[in-house]
């Protein structure tokens, strides 16, 4: 079933900016959202703030075998911003390296499991000369329990915390036909995900997923 997030609210409720129309040709990106929701997921074990505007279907889909949590999170106008899941089997292999850059890492010590404090971060891979992986968004925002990358080149964007009963993810891959980006829609990938890192839509979906904490 698909809802209006609708659990406990912020004590402070204030309405949502309208949107401000873009100087450049770009959509229209809307202000901060001023009146935001708190919601305990389906599992009971996490808990998150979003704009009380957004909506969140929970479950979304066929849960793991053993249960957990798998919820996602869409604006009022329905574009999927990012998506929780618990309980999954995770593992991976670094067998090529691409340029990098790192746009937000802040650490979440809210989540921490076996003395390992997981991050969010919002990265890319590949550039204009060095292409990312291929058929593969190269620009994603989520937790990682991995390092933050050093050198000129990292392995490829793994976005998974420790979570019981093994690894859990919220975020998304960048994508400019979901996430609004002001500007010339003809412009590269990355360099429209780099200036969607700067707008409201992106700071809130940023405060949500750093907002998650266990539940209770």
Not at 11 to 24: D, G, K
């Amino acid at each position: 079933v698909t809802a209006t997030a609708s659990a406990t609210p912020t004590r402070t409720q204030t309405t949502t900016a309208a949107p401000s129309p873009s100087a450049s040709g770009g959509p229209s990106v809307a202000s901060p959202s001023a009146s935001w929701t708190t919601y305990t997921t389906a599992a009971g074990d996490l808990a998150f703030d979003l704009p009380s505007t957004w909506n969140i279907k929970d479950p979304a889909g066929e849960l793991a075998e053993g249960g957990g949590a798998f919820a996602e999170v869409t604006s009022e106008d329905g574009r999927l911003l990012a998506t929780l899941r618990t309980n999954m089997a995770t593992g991976s292999t670094c067998t090529e390296k691409y340029p990098y850059s790192v746009l937000e890492s802040q650490e979440m010590p809210q989540l921490a499991q076996y003395g390992t404090v997981p991050r969010y971060t919002f990265e890319t891979r590949g550039n204009d000369i060095a292409a990312g992986p291929p058929d593969t968004p190269a620009a994603a925002y989520g937790i990682t329990t991995a390092p933050l990358p050093e050198g000129d080149s990292a392995c490829y964007m793994f976005h998974f915390f420790n979570w019981p009963p093994n690894a859990a993810t919220f975020g998304a891959f960048y994508n400019p036909e979901l996430n609004l980006t002001p500007g010339d829609p003809s412009r590269p990938y990355l360099e429209k995900a780099k200036l969607y890192a700067g707008t409201p839509e992106y700071a809130d979906i940023k405060r949500m997923i750093t907002s998650l904490r266990p539940a209770g």
